[in-house]
């Protein structure tokens, strides 16, 4: 299934909907994909849904999980951007927090901030868990995932490498497309082709394969540390192409548009917009 979340064209909230070809079914009684989850047979409920339909050309369309309890983000995942960043293959992960008034729709407008003028993109394959657990096995960690997204974990680089932790380069309000489905993962498989390109070029061109960490590792070893709940994502990391590494260095503009794919899952496009 894909499930997504639309704005109502009253423009007083949100509902999860269930997207089949070109039409988007409401999921009476949920005002958005990660209410859904919250329900243990979310997955009966979405496909039994039969609310009001909308048609998906046009719809207005919210971050998939709008409110998420916790997004955790993965850095240096992907071999190669570990070797445009000039690093060694991590051991273990690295772990950092993005907080969800970072979080956009597919189709907005993507704020770049009057501090920062060094906004790079960052395209990811994000994990969305569906079932609740702590210190979960590798090989049971499948069954904890909903499904899978589109991300870009947007960086202000200069505040980032103001200081060894990088949270304050990674989280500025309304600079992190999200969605624009969430597809479950009977539909997907790790593996396509996930890709960024700003103004029609093309910046980052990789197989989700190259992560160096999987999703299922991913949610073994974050579940270590903490209790994962239905909602939350994890945001597996960017491959190589990023504008920082590049010579000359290339940042997002004004006007821009920054679209993110990947194969099986759907895009983001986003116009650059200089934030008031």
């Known amino acids: 299934m894909r499930l997504l979340t639309l704005r109502t064209a009253e423009g007083t909230g949100t509902v999860a ?9 409401e999921i009476d009684g949920f005002a958005d994909v990660g209410a859904l989850l919250q329900d243990p047979a979310w997955e009966t409920t979405a496909a039994a849904a ?16 709008p409110l998420p309890g916790k997004i955790i983000c993965v850095g240096h995942n992907y071999r ?17 927090a993005k907080y969800p008034e ?17 906004v790079d993109w960052e395209a990811e394959l994000a994990v969305v868990i569906g079932k609740k657990g702590r210190r979960i096995a590798e090989a049971d960690a499948a069954d904890h995932i909903a ?8 960086s202000m680089r200069d505040y980032q490498f103001r200081t060894v932790q990088w949270l304050q380069g990674k989280t500025w309000e309304n600079s992190t497309p999200f969605g624009p489905a969430l597809v479950t ?24 394969a190259d992560l160096v960490f999987t999703p299922e590792f991913l949610v073994s070893y974050i579940s270590a540390i903490i209790t994962l709940n239905p909602g ?4 597996t990391g960017t491959p190589g192409g990023v504008g920082h590494a590049q010579n000359p260095q290339r940042y997002l503009q004004e006007g821009q548009v920054l679209v993110t794919a990947i194969e099986g899952l759907g ?10």
Request: no cysteine; glycine share 8%; proline share 6%.
């Open 185 to 208: 993962k009977d539909e997907f498989t790790v593996g396509p082709l996930m890709t960024s390109a700003v103004d029609g070029e093309i910046q980052q061109r990789t197989p989700t």
């Open 232 to 235: 939350d994502v994890i945001a």
């Open 50 to 65: 039969n609310g009001a339909t909308h048609a998906l050309d046009g719809a207005d369309l919210a971050a998939v999980v």
């Open 17 to 25: 909907v269930r997207q089949d070809g070109d039409t988007l079914t």
């Open 102 to 118: 970072s979080l956009i729709g597919p189709n907005d407008d993507l704020a770049l901030p009057q501090e920062s003028d060094t």
């Open 147 to 154: 499904g899978y997204a589109v991300l870009n974990d947007i």
């Open 80 to 96: 190669n951007h570990i070797k445009e960043m000039g690093r060694e293959i991590p051991e273990y992960p690295t772990l950092f």
């Open 267 to 276: 895009q983001l496009t986003n116009r650059v917009v200089k934030e008031a």
